[in-house]
C-alpha cells in the first residue's frame, strides 16, 4: 500500500518546454488535488477532480492543464514552462470532509 | 471568502517549553478545520482536525487544538515540545459543503532550541 506517489521527484525544465507530472494512489479516493508551493505562500490549489473523466480549475489554474482518465491517476502538464513555475508541487487524495492524504512532492525548477 | 491567517511566520521554543500556533479563519458557515505538519522536504501529514462536537480536539504526536466560534480560532498547541516537533506547520479550512476544496494558511515554521 504506497499510499500517493508522485512522478518524478525533482525536474529542471528550461522556459518554453512542457513536461507531465504524475500523481497515483492507491487509496481508491475519488477526489484528487494539485497544489503548487511556495515559500511564504503556503499550498494553493491549481487543479482538481472529483471523480474520473472531471477535473475542475482551482486557485492558480493558468498554465496548467490536468487529466484524470483513470480513478487512480491524475497528470498534471505544463504545455510551456515559464520560471514562475518553478515551485514544490504536491498531489493530494481524500475528501475535505476527511482528510486529504499527500504524496511527498515534485520540485520543480525552470531556467 | 474563505481565508485562513496564520499571523507568526517564525516561532522559536526551547525544548520542554509549551507551544501555541495561531490561526484565524473567515468563512460564513460551519467549517472543516485541520492542522497539518511538514517536515523539510516531505509532504503533509495531518496532525487533528475538527468537523462537529467537542471543541477540543486531541490529534497525533501529543498535540491539542480548539475551536473557538466567537473568536473564528483554531490554535494548535502542545504542553511541552520536543526537538523532533521542529517543521512547518499549516492550518486549514475546508467548506462544510458545495466546494471541494481547502484552503491553507501561509504556515508557521517552529525551531526547537535543545
Known amino acids: 500500500n504506497a499510499g500517493v506517489t508522485q512522478t518524478p521527484k525533482f525536474r529542471v525544465l528550461k522556459t518554453g518546454q512542457s513536461m507531465t507530472l504524475l500523481c497515483a494512489q492507491d487509496?481508491?479516493?475519488?477526489?484528487m488535488y494539485w497544489y503548487r508551493q511556495d515559500p511564504g505562500m503556503g499550498l494553493r490549489l491549481i487543479h482538481y477532480?472529483?471523480?474520473?473523466?472531471?477535473?475542475a480549475k482551482g486557485e492558480v489554474p493558468d498554465g496548467y492543464n490536468v487529466s484524470r482518465l483513470k480513478k487512480q491517476n491524475f497528470l498534471l502538464g505544463l504545455e510551456s514552462a515559464a520560471p514562475s513555475q518553478t515551485s514544490v508541487y504536491f498531489c493530494?487524495?481524500?475528501?475535505?470532509?476527511?482528510?486529504?492524504?499527500f504524496g511527498p512532492g515534485t520540485r520543480l525548477l525552470v531556467l | 471568502a474563505q481565508s485562513v491567517t496564520q499571523p507568526d511566520i517564525h516561532i522559536t521554543v526551547s525544548e520542554g517549553a509549551s507551544l501555541e500556533l495561531r490561526c484565524n479563519y473567515s468563512?460564513?458557515?460551519?467549517?472543516?478545520l485541520f492542522w497539518y505538519v511538514q517536515s523539510p522536504g516531505q509532504g503533509l501529514q495531518l496532525l487533528l482536525k475538527?468537523?462537529?462536537?467537542?471543541?477540543l480536539v486531541q490529534g497525533i504526536k501529543g498535540f491539542e487544538a480548539e475551536f473557538k466560534r466567537s473568536q473564528s480560532s483554531f490554535n494548535l498547541r502542545k504542553p511541552s515540545v520536543h526537538w523532533s516537533d521542529a517543521a512547518e506547520y499549516f492550518c486549514?479550512?475546508?467548506?462544510?459543503?458545495?466546494?471541494?476544496?481547502?484552503?491553507f494558511g501561509t504556515g508557521t515554521r517552529l525551531k526547537v532550541l535543545a
Open positions: 493530494a487524495c481524500g475528501r475535505v470532509q476527511e482528510t486529504q492524504y
Open positions: 487509496m481508491n479516493h475519488e477526489y
Open positions: 477532480s472529483v471523480g474520473e473523466g472531471t477535473t
Open positions: 468563512y460564513g458557515a460551519t467549517p472543516y
Open positions: 475538527y468537523f462537529s462536537g467537542d471543541t
Open positions: 486549514a479550512v475546508g467548506a462544510s459543503s458545495g466546494t471541494y476544496k481547502y484552503i
